[in-house]
């Protein structure tokens, strides 16, 4: 399932992570930016976002998340058509 999505989180990493995304994304961004390089650089967080179910997105739900698309895909393993 690419797709995945979480229920509010009560504590952990996750109940942080969660807070600062949607609530205090700067917080996040200036710890980030720095280490980019910072000019120009600009972070669109897209999960885990509350309007979204705080959704966690894997394999090729994640690079559309992105908005990327690979010219060419490796093999299907395990019988996984894609």
Request: proline share 7%.
């Amino acid at each position: 399932m690419p797709r995945i999505e979480q229920p509010k989180a009560s504590k952990g990493s996750q109940r942080w992570l969660q807070i600062l995304v949607n609530r205090c994304p700067h917080l996040l961004n200036e710890q980030i930016l720095p280490q980019m390089g910072g000019r120009g650089a600009r972070i669109e967080w897209l999960s885990p976002l509350e309007s979204d179910r705080y959704a966690e997105y894997r394999d090729w739900a994640f690079l559309e998340r992105l908005g990327l698309r690979l010219d060419r895909r490796p093999r299907a393993k395990n019988g996984e058509a894609r």
